[in-house]
Each structure stands twice: as C-alpha cells, then as structure tokens.
C-alpha cells in the first residue's frame, strides 16, 4: 500500500488548519514495491537534497544514498530536467534509469519528489516542432540550447508537455517511495512575441473588457490618438524602460504583465490537473523563487497544496543581515497563508560563469536556521554534488567535483540531526503575526514601468520598514489587498501606487474600527487600469489620514532636504529623493522641513486619528536609518505591540507559535560571538539547558527557546 503522504506532509508543511485532512490509504498493485518498512514515518519533515542520478555513474549511486542517509536525510528531487532521458523520442517513454534510482534511494529511506522536466524541452521538440521556441520582438526565433525555451501558448508544446506529466504520473502512481510533485521549475523565463502568443492576448483583452470602447477607455488610449478599432490592431506594447520612447502605454504594459503571468498559471494548472486525477494522494507544489517579480504569484500559488522555494542569499559581499532573506520567506508564506518548504537552498558557492563566495563555517545552518524561523517546514539544499559538466558547472553542491563529504556536508548534517530533534516542537506552529504590510504584484509591475522617482521600487520601499521591525524583533505578514486586515493591528502599505476604491475604502475602515495604517509617499496614484485617479492626494484615503497633498517633487540624487522630527521622531536627518508637500487637515505633525524654505510650510510626517484607530503618512524617504527605527517604536507603541526581545545588531529573531507552542530563534549573522537580553527561566532547545537573563551566540551561532511548553 502507498500511505496518503500528501495529507500527511500537508499536516507538516502548513499552518494547523490543515492537520484535520484525512490520512487515509489507498490500494494499490506493483511488484516493484519493496522495503516499505525503510521509509520515513507518515508526517516527518522532509530534509535532504536535489539530486541529479543521470549525472553521475551507477556505481556511484549507491554511495551517494548511503552518504545521505548518514546524513539523516529523507528525501530528495529528481528529474526535473530530465525530459530527454524520459521520452528519448516522441512517444517512446523510457523510465528504467529513473525506477532504479527511486528505488535504491527508498530502499535507504529516502522519499522522493518528481519534477515534472517541461523546463528544458528535447531536442527533438524543437527540431520537429520548430513553433515550440519562444519568439524574440525582431520575430527570430530563440536558439534552442538552454532552459525556459518555449512558448507558452504552443499548442504543440503544451500537448507534449502534458503528455510526459501524464506519462510520469501513469507510471510513478503506486510507487511508495514518490510523495509528491514539483510543477516545471522556477517559472519565469522571456516573453514571446509570435503570432500565437498576439492571437491569446488580443483574446484575452476580449474576455477581460468585452468591447473595444472598454478597453480604450480603460487603457486611456485617446492620448497620442492611440486609439484602436479593431481587435487585431492591438500589437504587444513595449514595456522596456529606461529610454525615452521605449516604454509604451503604461496600462498595456501593465495587462501585458498580468496576460503573461496568466499564460504560466494555465501552463501549471493543465499539469495539476493531470497529477490530481491519476496521484490524488501526492502532494503537488512549485519552487518559487522569493521576490521575484514576472509573475503574480498569489494567482500561481492557488492550484497548489503548499509553496517551495529557492533560497540563495549568499553572493559576493561579506557576511551580512538578510534580511532581504527573511522577507522572501514572509512572502512565501503570505501566498497561501500556510507554511512553507525550501527547494533548493544554499550548499555552497553560487553562479554561472562566475561564482560567488563560499558559506563561511557556520553559515549553511544559519541560513537554514532563518528559513525555520520564519515558517519553513522542510528543507532540501541544492545540490547533492557539484556537477563537472554544462552550465552550472560552478553552483557548488554540498559535495565537490570530487564527490567527498567534507565540511558542508557535516554542517547539513548537523542541521538534519537538530531539526529532526525539533520537529515535534515545530509540527502544528507558524509564525503569528499582528503586522501586516501589503504586497501586491499589479503595484510590484506598475512602478516598474514608473517608479514615479529614481530608484523608487515596491520591494525598496517595502524594506525600508520591514528591516526597521527587524531590528527590533517584531514579525511581520505579507498579504495582499484582499487579505483580511481584522486581525492585525499595524498594516503598512507602503508604495501602494495602484488603489483601487475598494482598497482605499477598506483600509479607512480598518482605521476607524482601531487599527493603526501607514501610507508613505506615492500612495493612492492610479486605479486598477494604471490611470491616475482624478482626485487631489491622497484621494480616498483623505479621511484615514488627515492630510491634503496638492504637490510633489522629485529631488535630485545630491539633493537633501533638512528634516526635524518630534514626538518621538526626535532627532535631526535628511529627507532624499522625493518630497511630497502635504498639507494636515486634522492630522497632527510630527516631522518637519527645517531648512528649505519653500517647505516650511509642508508636513514630512503626520498622524491622523479617525474612529478607534490611527493613519500615518511618511510624505518623503529619509536617508538614516535611525529614523526608520524610531518610526517603527511609535507604530508599535500606538497599536500595543510588544516585541518579546530587544536584539542587538546582526542578531535576528523570529517566533513560531500554535497548539499551545511558542518558540524564539535567535540568529546571529555575524561572524563574531554576539551577547542577547533574552527572557530567563526557558528552555533552549538545541543545547537542552535553561537560559539565563543573557545568553552567548557564537559566530554565526542559533538558539531555540521554548516560550512555551
């Protein structure tokens, strides 16, 4: 029999409310099925690599699955580049290799999931179905030799694509050793540009707008005499930026974004289709990949059971906070409101033609350590062993070219053996948050076609605040507009270019029933379409925030203005890049222009109360920090929350909690032991002791800290 797994990992990898999914099991018919007994049990977390047994000879395999499970490893990746090796010619499906290597792992424990290979298609896809490669805007097309190649609206390539996911999920059905599926990998790629791609898109218009006049008035598109009159005058817009004519209209560009987003989420949904039919009891997801940005990926998220995702922080620099880190996992975990599982996480120097630094001693644990700390369920580092061959010949793998285990694989070692003794602790906890900042794809697109002022950016914005709580430990939700926003009692929304009526509406609604709102500069600009809103700033908003802005400037990148701050912004700093000239009405201000005599008159900071509740405005960006800091402490102090701990700088902490459980980590990203006020009394974790009112990080050093018992 093969155990209903995907109710059983869902039970892990998800907030409790999904740990009432039936566990059932299902009957099923195959001799290949031996060693049931050597699995892992029904419900563990899942720790262990992406692997690539086609890579490397049969004889070593058995050695590579023995060193895993030393390692106390329980599962792995397979094949999610490996189409060719599957379907070596069309219609020919060849597995062997693959049952082979399912097996010999299963036999050392070791569960598997399958990716479907439709991120690299065969050789032969291209040469006998040439419409299958992606079009480039001078109408060549793309040169087939690399990953992400095709066209998303081939009907041939989604044919075959769907063809191999059927044929794999026909054939790995009763396996017990395959848990689950990863749809494609990393989805993104280049926009293509042929016939059959305008053909979609001049429909998809059609759907989404119904008539011609709509989608005029919509795109604005008496400017310049733009107007179109038939469907097929409507040509893909030029999103590019950074000339002066090459961006095309700015709402065209933004449906173009949301079209080619589409083509994917239809891509994946016609896979997880197939792989719910005929393996109900696996579980499916994807390996995101954090903040990147082509893609909604709440929209990408629906259809699946959880969210993976690829984690890399480590480049080039020194070690450092990433924080950057932290809030791709809080976005992760946003998508679908669950928990969460890393893909592909960091093993060792990173790049192509060029590779990064290597993860100091210490550094592999730590950043895994982070990702469990914000809500990671499951860990897989990529990859097993470093590949001597193609293009990721320098994305170093736990073990080297030469295939030893060394000092990276005895620190992912030791992070197994530590999670695995966490793991009844961590089952059925999340991170709780009472903060909540927007995150939103359509604003994420929007500014970057114009961002309005240089440099200015959703994910920059988004940072200047989030690192602030941070700094001083307090979590925070990523959500978008349709999340609701009653349980929280600080939203930041920071950036929101795009606002709809029905946002602006529920955010001063959620001010007048008690919470505290931030808004920054650039909020409340445009409407759904991209178009500005006809109204005086902050339009709707107006009421939640107490102010009137009827202008604004962009400042140049050696321009600072002198600002003053008081009421708990006290101190002396410098506002750069953008100003607007607010005006309170009814709000109070709490920041103001010191020096620069045409904004004497204007408002930096301002706080509104309306009903219960609080609206902030930020009408400028600052350049210190400290600044960032002291805003935060007032924003906590207004909405009564309590950070548990104070940390010190380069020390991070987060807190899962649920089922009565409640865990502290505490990381240090430094590479020099680091000193922590922590509450007394608590069990730590890890080391089994008791803390007392400091406790001592090592260098790169984690603690975990049972709040609760």
Known sequence: MKTNVRAAILSVVAVGCLTN????????ANPRVQMQEALPEKGAMLIGVDYYPEHWPRDRWETDARLMKEAGFNVVRLAEFSWINMEPEEGRF???????AVTLLGRH??????????????????????ETLRQQPDATRIVWGGRKHNCFTSGAYRLLSERITRA???????????????????????????????AEFQD????????????????GNHFWGLTFTTWGEITFPDNRTGEMWAMGNPSACLDFKRFTSWLRVRFQADQVRILRAICPDDFVTHNFMGLFSDLDYYDLAEDLDFVTWDNYPIWFDEPDIPYSASLAADVM???????????????????????????????????????????????????WRTCTVGREQYWHGLLGHDGRPLRRYDEAAQTAREFRKLEDRLRGTTVVSDVAILYDYDNLWSLGFQPGYEGNSLQAAILRYYNALSRVGVNADLVNRQADLAKYKLVLAPDLNVMPDETARKLVSYV???????????????????????????????????????EYSALGSN????????AGLDGSYNAIRYTDWVVPEGAETLARYSEQWHMKPFAAVTRNRLGKGQGWYVGTVIEQESFYDALIAQLLKGADIRPVVDPPNGVETSIRQGQGKKLLFVMNHTDQPATVNVPEGKVELLSGGRTDRTLRLDRFGVAVIALEQ
């Open 21 to 28: 999914i039936c566990q059932g099991q299902r009957q099923v």
């Open 94 to 100: 060849e597995f062997g290799w693959l049952d082979e």
């Open 109 to 130: 424990g070791i569960r598997v999931i399958l990716g479907t290979p439709t991120a690299v298609m065969p050789a032969w896809v291209a040469r006998k179905y040439p």
């Open 168 to 198: 794999m999920a026909e054939h790995f059905a009763s396996s017990p050793h395959v848990i689950g599926w990863q749809t494609d990998n990393e989805f993104g790629g280049g926009e293509c540009h042929c016939d059959t791609c305008l």
């Open 204 to 219: 998809w218009l059609r759907r989404k707008y119904g008539t011609l006049d709509g989608l005029n008035r919509a795109w």
């Open 559 to 566: 321009v600072r203005y002198a600002v003053k701050g008081e």
């Open 512 to 550: 007048e029933k008690g919470g505290v709102l931030l808004a920054d500069c650039r909020t409340g600009i445009k409407d759904c379409n991209n178009l500005c809103h006809e109204r005086t700033l902050p339009g709707l908003l107006s009421p939640a925030l107490g102010i009137r802005i009827e």
């Open 333 to 383: 975990r946003g998508l679908k409101s669950k928990n969460f599982m890393i893909m592909e996480q960091t093993a060792g120097p990173c790049g192509w033609g060029s590779f990064g630094r290597n993860p100091w001693p210490g550094e592999i644990r730590k950043i895994a350590y982070q990702q469990l700390a914000h809500g990671s369920d499951g860990q897989i580092w990529f990859r």
